[in-house]
Every structure is written in structure tokens, then in C-alpha cells.
T-cell receptor
């Protein structure tokens, strides 16, 4: 595709509910990243996929957060038992290289999650 | 632990002025540094990427420099325009997994 796309663009849910956020990376990009951005802050890393596997999930805040990328393309970020503190913009990025110093990440427009 | 700081947090300038945005980091062992632009309610647009072996990168009216030894990067914007108004974020890669570590951003307003 032309760029990274994310759906939905906005999600409003109630405390305790389960949500899924979807990311479609740029076609052919092997690396996929999830970040979370709270109001007035820079994005914070959540998880990184290389192909189908999670190469680094050190940024996931707790076990309510989980992400998958079963076919090495689309990824879904899943949040169980949502809390008000989960409200943020969730950003997805992809890149074309397996690693190294030149690995430019391209970001999607984000999903704004609001937990009431 | 790597920490990234951006100063100032907000900046307002008249149209046409040249300006410099600052980014500092605590650990000089980085692979690359990227500058992004973020418009309100939007995602991030990559502006410039500087590899660790490079000192600077230029794109149009933008010039980014990197001094690893002092832990600093600057983004220079020449002849600023109202359309440059946005939040500017610097981010760096310091580990094998290529995760980006972001600063908190500088909110730039260019007054017509």
C-alpha cells in the first residue's frame, strides 16, 4: 500500500472492555512497531515484530496488552480489561530492513483510544 | 537508560525567521537519529534521518546535525513559514531491535 494504515481511527470504550487495534504496514516491510503516545508526550515503544515473531516486547506495560502478527503483515494490538489510563493514541510504524543503522520507520495516523 | 530531551518545549516565531530546535541524549551509543513532524491529531512524518557515521543531513529548508560526543542534535529550519507550524520530535535508535526512543517534542508556531 501507499502507507501505513490503522483502524479504527477513533475508539471509545468503557472501562473493563476488550479492544483490538489494527495496523496494515507498508507492503513488503518486514519490521512492524507499536508505540503509545499520551497527551503532551512523545511516543513510547510497546512492541516490535520481525516477520511473525515479536522480537522485543519489553515496552508492553502489563499482561493486559498483547499483539500478534500471524502472517507477517497485518498486526493487531489487543487490550483486555481496559482501564482509563490506557487512553492514548496508539501508533504503528513499519520499516523495510531487518536491522542495522539505516532503518527508517514510517508511521500510520494512529488510533485514538478513549476509555470512559 | 537512554533519555532524550528537547528544548524548548514551545517556540513562537514570526514568518521568515531562521530557527533551531534542540535535542539532547544521555547515551552516545546510538545507531541513528530521526527527526519527525507531527500535526495536530495526525501521525508522524519523517523529516530527516542521520546515521551514526554522519554529521548532518539536509532536505530543502531543513538541516539536521548530529554530535554524538556531546549527545546533541539540532534541526535548523530556514525561512520559516506558517505551514511549518507543528510539533517536532527527535527520536533515536540505540539498540539492536531498532525501537525509537522519543523526546517530548517542541511545539512550533510560525506567525504570519
Amino acid at each position: 500500500g501507499a502507507g501505513v494504515s490503522q483502524t479504527p481511527s477513533n475508539k471509545v470504550t468503557e472501562k473493563g472492555k476488550y479492544v483490538e487495534l489494527r495496523c496494515d504496514p507498508i507492503s513488503g516491510h518486514t519490521a512492524l512497531y507499536w508505540y503509545r503516545q499520551s497527551l503532551g508526550q512523545g511516543p513510547e515503544f510497546l512492541i516490535y515484530f520481525q516477520g511473525t515473531g515479536a522480537a522485543d516486547d519489553s515496552g508492553l506495560p502489563n499482561d493486559r496488552f498483547f499483539a500478534v502478527r500471524p502472517e507477517g503483515s497485518v498486526s493487531t494490538l489487543k487490550i483486555q480489561r481496559t482501564e482509563r489510563g490506557d487512553s492514548a493514541v496508539y501508533l504503528c510504524a513499519s520499516s523495510s530492513l531487518a536491522g542495522g543503522s539505516v532503518d527508517e520507520q514510517f508511521f500510520g495516523p494512529g488510533t485514538r483510544l478513549t476509555v470512559l | 537508560k537512554q533519555e532524550v530531551t528537547q528544548i524548548p518545549a514551545a517556540l513562537s516565531v514570526p514568518e521568515g525567521e531562521n530557527l533551531v530546535l534542540n535535542c539532547s541524549f544521555t547515551d552516545s551509543a546510538i545507531y541513528n537519529l530521526q527527526w519527525f513532524r507531527q500535526d495536530p491529531g495526525k501521525g508522524l512524518t519523517s523529516l530527516l534521518l542521520i546515521q551514526s557515521s554522519q554529521r548532518e543531513q539536509t532536505s530543502g529548508r531543513l538541516n539536521a546535525s548530529l554530535d554524538k560526543s556531546s549527545g546533541r542534535s539540532t534541526l535548523y529550519i530556514a525561512a520559516s513559514q506558517p505551514g511549518d507550524s507543528a510539533t517536532y520530535l527527535c527520536a533515536l535508535v540505540g539498540g539492536a531491535t531498532n525501537k525509537l526512543i522519543f523526546g517530548t517534542g517542541t511545539l512550533l508556531a510560525v506567525q504570519p
